[in-house]
């Protein structure tokens, strides 16, 4: 079973927040702060690592995701 990872991010101005997982934290991080990919993060240039935690289960991790856009919905989700 691979590892998998739900993280948050912010901008250097914590004026937004971005949930995102993946199975490999490390290269995700790095691909934020390289801009590798367009879209939200990019725009609100989010690359400073909020919490990261390791969870045994992918579906596990959507749940988590679905109940932080729950409790706010401003909060964008990502993988």
């Known amino acids: 079973m691979s590892e998998c990872f739900v993280y948050m991010l912010t901008n250097k101005g914590h004026t937004v927040l971005y ?3 993946t199975d490999s ?6 691909q934020h702060k ?4 367009p879209g939200f ?3 609100y240039n989010c690359d400073q690592l909020v919490i990261a935690t390791m969870n045994p289960e992918w579906n596990d991790l959507s749940s988590i ?3 932080l856009s729950a409790a706010d919905p401003s909060l964008r989700s990502g993988s």
């Not at 934290?25 to 790095?30: G, P």
């Not at 390289?34 to 990919?37: C, L």
């Open 65 to 67: 995701l679905k109940s």
């Open 25 to 30: 934290i490390e290269n995700r991080l790095q």
């Open 41 to 43: 993060t990019q725009k």
């Open 19 to 21: 949930t995102g997982m």
């Open 34 to 37: 390289d801009k590798v990919f």
